[in-house]
Structure formats: structure tokens, C-alpha cells
């Protein structure tokens, strides 16, 4: 199972950035993917999820709400972050994350950092 990150990097406030993650290794369609992340001093927290079999769940943090949207392509075994509107708060690496077979894997993470 691997997961390979993208998109991430600095942005201004009010910016807007599209993470992705391209995943292998396992039928991709069958899990629930998840976006979490982890600011400095911080619990890792989940950030979005998006159900798998082709259901449309989506479950997102309430500070991201009407900001991120997740998404995946299963032809393409990816899952996206967009984010619009991002605050300095939303600084943090970022991780992709799915539970295969009743383990976690994740992505290295990805930096995102919102600064003037």
C-alpha cells in the first residue's frame, strides 16, 4: 500500500491550493479515504473524509466547512483536497490516509503553509 502526496507549498491568505494523492497498491474503491493534518504543537486531526463503493459521504471539520472540498476519482485511485480560502490556521503538513484491511496507511505529508 502507498500513498505519494502532492500540491502543497505556500500560499497567501485567501489563497487556494488542490492537494492530491495518488494511491496503489490495494482496490482503491473499497476504502474510505481521509485528509488529516498536523500543525506544529498539534494533535494530528482529521480534515475531510469522502466514503468508498462509490457513495457520495462527505464528513468535513467545522473550520473547513464551505473552504475544502474532497474528492476522489476511483478510475485514477486518487483522492483531492481542494481548499479555497485558506487562513493562516490551516498551516500544517498534510496527510492522506486509508484503512486497509483493518490498518492504517498513510502518505509522508505534505507541507501547506498560509503566510503573507
Known amino acids: 500500500v502507498q500513498f505519494d502526496e502532492s500540491g502543497g507549498g505556500l500560499v497567501q491568505p485567501g489563497g487556494s491550493l488542490r492537494l492530491s494523492c495518488a494511491a496503489s497498491?490495494?482496490?482503491?474503491?473499497?476504502?474510505?479515504m481521509g485528509w488529516y493534518r498536523q500543525a506544529p504543537g498539534k494533535q494530528r486531526e482529521l480534515v475531510a473524509s469522502?466514503?468508498?463503493?462509490?457513495?457520495?459521504?462527505?464528513d468535513y471539520i467545522d473550520s473547513v466547512k464551505g473552504r475544502f472540498t474532497i474528492s476522489r476519482v476511483n478510475a485514477k485511485n486518487t483522492v483531492y483536497l481542494q481548499m479555497n480560502d485558506l487562513k493562516p490556521e490551516d498551516t500544517a503538513v498534510y496527510y492522506c490516509?486509508?484503512?486497509?484491511?483493518?490498518?492504517?496507511?498513510w502518505g509522508q505529508g505534505i507541507q501547506v503553509t498560509v503566510s503573507s
Open positions: 490516509m486509508g484503512t486497509v484491511l483493518g490498518t492504517d496507511y
Open positions: 497498491g490495494f482496490t482503491f474503491i473499497l476504502v474510505r
Open positions: 469522502v466514503s468508498n463503493l462509490g457513495q457520495t459521504n462527505y
